[in-house]
């Protein structure tokens, strides 16, 4: 009896050669692709035509994108991740949501191995190997990419060998997209010096005129944007990729360590994401204390860090999701946002749980809640340590 694989697919060259590959060495193939916001449902048709016509015993459809969201984007909000202040974790967070479905697949059909068409240069072999490794423990993980070492060449030529007929010619850009952005890499970005040209954008510029914009948002999450209400939060951020996207707001190129330990560059565009990460922040920043926001912005950088590296099951994450739920508990309220061609602004927010109420005083003016006289013996007691530190130093 055949052995069973479990092949997460693209439909790319790489996982058009896995299936052949697979096929050669007996084995019975199981596709499966998991949409995590890149695809329409026409390309999920052709995926599927395209698997069946390789040979597949069987090809799976996942909708992951809510999924995705629910267990992923949502923290990511909350926290305000930006990797290195810029990358909003556009490809590595949709990579584990996929290898989460992949691990449940194999389980689901309780094949022998997995397989995904990952190459040995980058971080997605990690995340995958990894997830691959605790879910479905003992089951064998195939890279064929990876330890055949072959070039693009000679998949082509294997494949023509196989009569396999596709569109092998190579994109000047590698495009992925996501729910949360679309990252673009190209010889501009193979080394530290380099801009991509305004053709290699997926969404190119078409609005001139300034725009503004208002956010509503309920304990963090995104629910309407200009009054229009949406059932659930992956409406709203597909709605307004549609209106900022076009400002060609969200643009850069991503500078970082990778998992395996060398420095990488990817240009990436993530209208949606950045207006929300800002537009979210600046709705924090009136609604939560000091502190909060303090240990926000630490627990953040750390959890924006581990997901990066793949670490998605670590149950340091429930923690740390845990407190991030909590401190949504008063973020609700509206941004304001002016787009306009390549930047956008934070204009204000209004919410009654805003900790700037004019009601407790005007910065800069007065204050309600306290006298000058109380500020007075305040700001000798809460520098009385510091005070005691350079007297006992002049002392010596």
């Known amino acids: 009896m055949a052995k069973k694989v479990v092949l997460g697919f693209s439909g790319g060259l790489d996982t058009t050669f896995c299936v052949k590959h697979f096929e050669e060495k007996g084995y019975e193939v199981h596709s499966i692709i998991v949409n995590t916001g890149g695809f329409n449902e026409d390309e999920l048709k052709?995926?599927?035509s395209h698997a069946y016509k390789l040979g597949v015993k069987t090809h799976t459809t996942v909708d992951a994108v809510k999924g995705y969201y629910d267990s992923i984007i949502k923290y990511l909000i909350f926290g305000n991740v930006l990797k290195n202040n810029t990358y909003p974790l556009s490809v590595s967070a949709e990579r584990l949501s996929q290898a989460l479905h992949i691990a449940e697949h194999a389980k689901k059909l309780n094949a022998?191995?997995?397989a995904h068409g990952s190459t040995g240069a980058g971080n997605d072999q990690v995340r995958f190997d990894m997830i691959f490794h605790i879910m479905i423990p003992g089951v064998e993980i195939i890279t064929p990419i990876r330890d055949?070492?072959?070039?693009r060449e000679e998949e082509i030529t294997y494949l023509k060998s196989k009569g396999v007929d596709m569109n092998f010619a190579k994109a000047v850009y590698s495009i992925n997209k996501g729910l949360w952005g679309t990252s673009v890499g190209g010889k501009e970005t193979l080394n530290s010096k380099g801009i991509l040209p305004e053709e290699a954008w997926p969404t190119q510029v078409t609005k001139t005129e300034s725009e503004e914009v208002k956010l509503s948002f309920v304990k963090g999450e995104l629910t309407?944007?200009?009054?229009?209400q949406f059932s659930h939060p992956t409406e709203a951020i597909q709605y307004l990729q549609t209106i900022?996207?076009?400002?060609?707001?969200?643009r850069d190129i991503h500078v970082g360590d990778t998992i395996i330990g060398i420095k990488g560059r990817v240009g990436f565009?993530?209208?949606?994401?950045?207006?929300?990460l800002k537009a979210h922040h600046a709705l924090?920043?009136?609604v939560l204390t000091k502190w909060q926001l303090n240990w926000k912005d630490q627990l953040a950088l750390f959890y924006g860090n581990w997901l990066h590296e793949g670490q998605i099951l670590d149950p340091v994450m429930r923690d740390i999701e845990a407190f991030f739920i909590s401190t949504q508990e008063q973020v609700t309220g509206d941004t304001f946002v002016l787009l306009q061609p390549y930047h956008f602004q934070i204009i204000g927010i209004e919410s009654k749980y805003d900790l700037m109420s004019a009601?407790?005083?005007k910065y800069g003016e007065m204050h309600t809640g306290f006298t000058g006289e109380d500020v007075r013996g305040f700001s000798k007691i809460f520098g009385n340590q510091v005070s005691i530190f350079h007297k006992v130093k002049e002392s010596e």
């Open 244 to 250: 900022a996207g076009p400002f060609g707001i969200g």
């Open 284 to 286: 924090e920043k009136h």
């Open 46 to 48: 052709k995926i599927e």
């Open 112 to 114: 022998d191995a997995v």
């Open 224 to 228: 309407a944007i200009n009054d229009k």
């Open 269 to 276: 565009e993530a209208a949606a994401p950045m207006v929300i």
């Open 148 to 151: 055949l070492k072959l070039s």
């Open 359 to 361: 009601k407790f005083g």
